[in-house]
């Protein structure tokens, strides 16, 4: 009988992680959707200048950060499960809100500030939907393939990047908007009708610990995580505006090209972090995306650029799982979501400043030169990772 059950978990448990992959995977289309359009919606329709386009992608991604340890310490006390569920819903009404934006065009400032409105209650849905998610297949896979949780949860996310860059751009060009915001509302209803009929996965009890302390405990790789989360930010908040400054053909191809590669190496390198551990796996990852910068940033045509955001995709794709087992590693299983929700903010950190930080640059010294910084801080988490390897050897 316990091995019937021990067979039975065996192949129940990954059958539930790919499920809540899928939900991930549709209700996310949301963000990905909206990342590239929105930028393009500032700039070409409310006609604002650079600063705002990164501000307007970046704000959500200042939400995630500020409330990451808010949505951690729910789905610990209260489970994956509710804070899933939470995540989806505020997601819907933020589609329903950035709407109302592309309805009153005229009216100045207005429609930038209801924007940010939206922008801001996406990003606290992404805070509780990715933590849920996250605590959720913990507890399902169990702190022994950590790793594979989070290569799996990170291939639905830029799985839907890569799909969700150019069906944005598509939505954008023949219904407007409005019409990305309508799909950001209904996405993530379609994610919690996957969510609903799962069983609760299991709450882990045990003293509340500060989120101060443990951050304490990881900083050393959220700040390698924050710098390699530069690469992406530029990639995700400007490709789409230098093809069309440009006039190259297929703008919204460039997070396409990330997102493939990003799921390609966690689909054939997902178990790395697990096997060979996380600072090896980090370490020639991390060069990889500096590849990839460079090429962007000196691309004299659309090949090469599209080469390297592949090449930061693929960069990109295992560094977060590899420094997410080390922090798994450190922590207690009743403060695993609070401590990747501390995790996580490192990253969100990176992608919400370098939005308007880049947008200026931008503005003074070309789209291209944004990619140099990207090449720059994927070179120093580089070498902060060598020499954290080197002092844990």
Not at 124 to 148: C, H
Not at 328 to 336: D, I
Request: charged fraction near 10%.
């Amino acid at each position: 009988m316990c091995f019937s059950t021990v067979s039975m978990q065996k192949y129940t448990a990954p059958r539930q992680l790919y499920r809540l992959s899928l939900l991930l995977f549709i209700s996310y289309l949301a963000v990905a959707i909206s990342m590239p359009t929105t930028s393009v919606f500032v700039s070409e329709t409310l006609h604002y200048n650079n600063f705002y386009s990164g501000l307007c992608v970046g704000i959500s991604f200042l939400s995630t950060i500020l409330t990451r340890g808010l949505a951690g310490t729910f789905a610990d006390q209260r489970g994956g499960r509710k804070a899933t569920v939470t995540g989806l819903i505020l997601y819907s009404l933020a589609g329903i809100i950035a709407s109302i934006s592309s309805w009153i065009t005229s009216y100045g400032m207005l429609p930038v500030i209801v924007l940010i409105l939206g922008r801001l209650l996406l990003g606290l849905g992404e805070s509780f939907t990715i933590v849920g998610v996250l605590a959720w297949g913990f507890s399902v896979m169990g702190n022994a393939r950590a790793g594979r949780v989070l290569a799996v949860v990170g291939m639905a996310l830029y799985g839907a990047f890569a799909v969700g860059s150019p069906l944005g751009m598509m939505i954008m060009h023949y219904w407007g908007y409005a019409s990305v915001c309508l799909a950001g509302f209904l996405l993530p209803l379609i994610g919690l009708s996957i969510a609903l009929p799962m069983a609760p996965p299991l709450i882990h009890r045990g003293a509340h610990t500060p989120l101060t302390e443990i951050i304490r405990r990881i900083w050393d790789l959220g700040v390698i995580v924050f710098a390699q989360g530069v690469g992406f930010a530029v990639v995700g908040a400007f490709m789409p505006l230098l093809f069309l400054q440009r006039h190259w053909e297929n703008a919204g191809w460039g997070l396409s090209a990330f997102g493939t590669a990003f799921v390609l190496v966690r689909i054939f390198c997902g178990h790395g972090p697990d096997r060979f551990g996380g600072k090896r796996i980090a370490i020639a990852s991390l060069f990889i995306e500096i590849v990839g910068q460079v090429f962007i940033w000196l691309a004299p045509d659309p090949a090469l650029a599209l080469a390297g955001a592949f090449f930061t995709g693929a960069g990109c794709s295992m560094v977060f799982p590899s420094m997410g087992v080390e922090v798994v590693g450190r922590v207690a299983p009743h403060l695993r979501a609070t401590a990747m929700g501390g995790f996580a903010a490192f990253q969100d950190l990176a992608y919400g400043a370098t939005g308007p930080v880049a947008g200026i640059v931008a503005d003074h010294a070309g789209f291209s030169s944004v990619y140099l910084i990207g090449a720059i801080s994927a070179a120093i988490a580089f070498i902060l990772c060598c020499r954290l390897k080197a002092s844990t050897s």
